[in-house]
């Protein structure tokens, strides 16, 4: 979207192996929401962030609103990970807004 | 926990016609619910942001007669595709949440074809 700027745009990893995806934020936001999309059509929730770094398994998340942009790191990429990764940002009026994804695929 | 179910899961409408999707909010109070659509390129355009006793926000290129949306309590909200034509394709999905600073739980999406 125009205020959300996200890369890559697609990503192939071999299992095992990592990396990082990035949201930059063209306008101050006040949280970022990060789901990855299953072939279902499905959002799961992954992470909510209105600041700092969280970590759950194999996953970890950064939102730096200073500086306008978040992360998501993937590390030890199982094929299970495949699928399309999108973030999410709010702005202070409630609005959310996606970035257009990544689409990350696993191989063995 | 929180769960929002979306249906119907998809629908095919013939172009002209009209569909309603509906989302229901279990595990919580649905007090804020907002409207998007995916397109075939995976790109999410907001539709419209509900907030129960307030006034329905579109955003620009949607407009409340041609996306109608009902929020009537805490735990549902419904949207029709008025006159859906090829345009309109994509799948819809509502995202809800109980206040602002809590993250959007997503029903599955509505898939909708126009023939």
């Known amino acids: 979207g125009d205020q959300v700027e996200q890369s890559p745009s697609a990503l192939s990893l071999h299992e095992g192996t990592g990396s990082a995806l990035r949201c930059n934020f063209t306008?101050?936001?006040?949280?970022v929401q990060w789901f990855q999309q299953n072939s279902r059509g499905s959002l799961i929730n992954l992470f909510y962030?209105?600041?700092g770094t969280k970590e759950n398994g194999r996953l970890k998340s950064t939102f730096n609103s200073k500086e306008s942009y978040s992360t998501l790191h993937i590390r030890d990429a199982q094929l299970e990970d495949s699928g399309t990764y999108f973030c999410?940002?709010?702005?202070?009026?409630?609005?959310?807004?996606f970035g257009d994804g990544t689409q990350l695929v696993v191989k063995p | 926990g929180a769960l929002v179910y979306q249906y119907p899961r998809r629908t095919i409408c013939k172009s002209g016609t009209s569909m309603r999707m509906e989302c229901q909010a279990v595990?919580?109070?649905?007090?804020?619910v907002a409207w998007y659509r995916q397109s075939p390129q995976k790109t999410f355009e907001l539709i419209a942001l509900?907030?129960?006793?307030?006034?329905?926000?579109?955003e620009q290129n949607f407009t409340q007669e041609k996306f109608p949306i009902s929020h009537p309590n805490l735990s549902f909200s419904s949207m029709t595709v008025l006159n859906a034509y090829l345009e309109d394709r994509g799948l819809y999905l509502c995202?809800?949440?109980?206040?602002?600073?809590?993250?959007?739980?997503f029903g599955h999406g509505t898939k909708l074809s126009v023939l």
């Open positions: 595990g919580f109070q649905a007090t804020s």
């Open positions: 306008t101050t936001m006040r949280a």
């Open positions: 995202g809800a949440r109980q206040v602002s600073n809590e993250r959007l739980f």
């Open positions: 962030l209105a600041s």
């Open positions: 509900s907030t129960v006793n307030s006034a329905i926000k579109y």
């Open positions: 999410a940002a709010e702005r202070a009026n409630n609005r959310i807004f």
